[in-house]
């Protein structure tokens, strides 16, 4: 599962995204990219923070779930 973050069309450094209930949590790199290995199919939520910006989105994952999730905040 992996995806972009941007705001204004700008990459997002550090944004911390979070995929609960298994509490999976990694930070964006300087292109404003994240990935999460070994997610399981199932429903989470979905949340990205950036200072005081914060997105939280429900999603599903699949083994049909290929396209990345980006993210503006």
Do not use: C, H, R
């Amino acid at each position: 599962f992996y995806g972009y973050v941007s705001s204004g069309g700008a990459p997002v450094l550090g944004a911390t995204v979070k995929m609960q209930p298994y509490g999976l949590t990694t930070t964006t790199d300087k292109n404003g990219y994240y990935i999460f290995k070994d997610v399981f199919q199932g429903a989470y939520t979905f949340t990205v923070t950036s200072g005081a910006k914060k997105v939280t989105k429900q999603v599903s994952v699949s083994a049909s779930t290929a396209l990345p999730y980006n993210v503006g905040i």
